[in-house]
């Protein structure tokens, strides 16, 4: 479907021809409360986006770009079908027990002039962003060069942004539209404000199953969706079997930046878990996991049995549920961690019996996750996948995608799948940014797809304004697996980049607050076991929970701090961190219920970045709790019932 104005570039006459073409006649999709509508012009060429009386997204286009197929002629809009859902969904060992699914939607099908093809979009509008997709229902095979769908901000916003890499680890910035280069792609999201400062909002994807990943390339005013092709595959970025059916395009929208990380709405774009045919998913067990690469070399990794039950013991005695065993462990492995055609990851290497350690572990309480390349994994994967159930292990890391066109999108949904119907966990790393895919198998449990802890081994890219970054941009797509818990903490001025028993460039009270602020269902323990024994704050790890029964975002500013709370049964949990300036948070308890005193335990920064101070005091609904955290700094807070004792 080719709309009437230029394609490449969005000049301010093109926007302006295009916001003239509102009419009454154009299907509005208003939230369930009113406040926010997404116009579909009557027809099928623009979409917009207002809330509370102002324009979020101005006049964009809309449409496909079809190969092999002759471009859609002149649409009108033929038939609306209108449908309100309100239901609630219960998750599972994710950042909330449940989630509200409360849109008012709409499927309009326009018809080509002459009565020609059909094109549908189907378009929802909740309280917390609007979405649309597009679909063709015929027999045959549909291939697109791309969408023509593009996001027109408002003003020329001031938005968050991280260009594009294959494995999405890239630090965000704020520049404005203006500003962003027009050769290069931005990944999704895309976080911005109103010229006003009265909304917030994320541009962003959800539901790729069935079809491919896209990212954001400047045109003019306007952020053109770019489809990934297949590398090496000359035509169509993407070709279906038969018919067609997009991805969502999502706009998030909120009062405050922060109150997106509580939004529901990309999981809610897909569908939940196949009942029918996979079971419930009460079986997944979230949990934290002993890690043995991020303190140990780069190169030259080998398997270490006597390493592996170093880990293995240290996290039977901190109540962890899992060792994550990381790259050198199979057959013919190199030093790390490229895909050799020697390597055999359906055999240990020489010396490692893993059965007999899989026993070692469990007998103490501790379930084994094996790293693994994605090219070793992808031909054999059935043949991998039972390999791993009759040794017993408890999940697999999956790493090195860093593509997300529409084989790897399948490959995705394959080893969801996989591990799901074996009920092992699953972790992808060298991964694209969620889109929801957690929804339909809750086993998926965490992936990378962001500039994570890792990274402090290689360069200094790990600055506390990048870890006050993500929990308002990456972390609003899903859950990151950024591998917190460094122990080795040292003032910015003072970090050392090294491979070995790395160092952070936060104080130990960041290092404590990143748990409950980072949301990972599976999240690592990543320091040596000797950087934990007698350390202050390690008690608050060995306790804090790693999903969750609701989140709430209390203040903050992307770069700059945050404060969030998240509750666990009948107990809080408390996580604040800054930037480089020093910082008391001042926070109002009016979270918690009206009647029981709390135990207040707090953790606030020392004198030095690896000092805490620990104090308890007695607390109710209403009160203020003041949190000193030091300039890279932190603070985390445990809030149990006194009529309680803590779990």
Request: glycine share 8%.
């Amino acid at each position: 479907m080719k709309y009437k104005f230029p394609r490449t570039v969005f000049t301010a006459g093109a926007l302006c021809a295009l916001a003239a073409s509102a009419h009454a006649a154009d299907a509005v999709i208003a939230s369930p409360d009113g406040r926010t509508t997404l116009r579909i012009a009557e027809d099928g060429a623009t979409f917009s986006v207002a809330r509370r009386g102002e324009t979020v997204i101005a006049a964009s286009p809309l449409g496909l770009d079809l190969d092999g197929a002759p471009a859609l002629g002149a649409l009108k809009l033929e038939s609306r079908e209108d449908a309100t859902v309100n239901r609630t969904i219960p998750l599972v060992a994710t950042k909330a027990s449940s989630a509200r699914d409360h849109y008012r939607g709409a499927t309009l099908a326009f018809r080509e002039a002459g009565g020609g093809r059909r094109l549908f979009i189907d378009a929802r509008a909740y309280d917390d962003g609007v979405a649309f997709r597009y679909r063709i229902d015929d027999a045959g095979p549909v291939k697109l060069r791309g969408e023509l769908t593009a996001f027109v901000p408002a003003g020329d916003a001031s938005c968050l942004v991280a260009e594009v890499e294959g494995a999405h680890e890239r630090p965000f910035e704020r520049l404005r539209i203006s500003q962003l280069k027009t050769d290069i792609a931005y990944d999704v999201p895309v976080v911005c404000a109103t010229p006003s400062g009265r909304t917030h909002y994320a541009i962003t994807q959800a539901h790729l199953q069935g079809y491919t990943g896209a990212s954001l390339s400047r045109e003019g005013a306007a952020l053109r969706v770019r489809l990934s092709g297949v590398p090496k595959r000359p035509g169509p970025a993407y070709v279906s079997s038969a018919g067609l059916t997009t991805a969502w395009r999502a706009v998030m929208v909120a009062d405050r930046a922060g109150e997106l990380i509580e939004s529901h709405l990309v999981g809610n774009l897909n569908p939940p878990p196949d009942a029918e045919k996979l079971g419930d998913f009460s079986w997944v067990k979230p949990g934290k996991a002993s890690w043995d690469w991020w303190s140990g070399p780069l190169e030259g990794v080998k398997p270490d049995l006597a390493a592996y039950k170093r880990f293995i013991d240290f996290a039977a005695e901190s109540g962890f549920p899992y060792h994550l065993i990381d790259a050198g462990w199979s057959w013919g492995a190199g030093p790390c961690c490229d895909p050799l055609p020697t390597t055999d990851i359906t055999r240990p290497a020489e010396g490692i019996d893993m059965p007999a350690l899989v026993r070692y572990a469990a007998d103490k309480g501790v379930g084994l996750l094996l790293w693994v390349h994605w090219e070793h994994l992808a031909p054999r994967l059935d043949e991998v996948l039972d390999t791993y159930a009759r040794w017993g292990i408890k999940g697999i890391k999956v790493d090195f995608m860093n593509r997300d066109d529409q084989e790897m999108v399948a490959f995705y949904q394959r080893v969801a799948e996989g591990t799901a119907k074996r009920k092992m966990l699953l972790d992808m790393h060298g991964a694209y940014v969620p889109a929801g895919l957690q929804r339909t198998y809750p086993n998926y449990i965490t992936q990378e797809g962001v500039l994570g802890a890792e990274w402090n081994k290689m360069d200094r890219r790990i600055t506390p304004q990048h870890n006050l970054m993500l929990p308002y941009t990456r972390m609003l797509a899903g859950p990151l697996d950024y591998t917190p818990g460094g122990f080795r903490n040292v003032p910015t001025q003072a970090f050392e980049v090294r491979a070995v028993m790395p160092q952070t460039q936060t104080t130990r009270g960041q290092a404590l607050a990143m748990y409950v602020v980072y949301d990972s269902p599976l999240q690592m323990v990543s320091d040596d076991p000797s950087n934990y024994r007698g350390e202050p704050g390690f008690e608050f790890i060995k306790r804090v929970p790693t999903a969750w029964d609701e989140t709430r975002f209390i203040s903050g500013e992307p770069g700059r701090d945050i404060v969030l709370a998240r509750r666990s049964g009948k107990h809080w949990y408390i996580g604040a961190m800054t930037s480089d300036e020093a910082r008391t948070a001042r926070v109002k308890l009016d979270f918690l219920p009206a009647g029981p005193a709390y135990r207040a335990t707090v953790w606030e920064d020392g004198e030095v970045a690896r000092e805490l101070k620990r104090s308890v005091r007695t607390v109710r609904r209403g009160d203020v709790l003041t949190l000193r955290q030091a300039p890279a700094g932190g603070a985390a807070v445990v809030l149990d019932p006194l009529s309680q004792s803590a779990p």
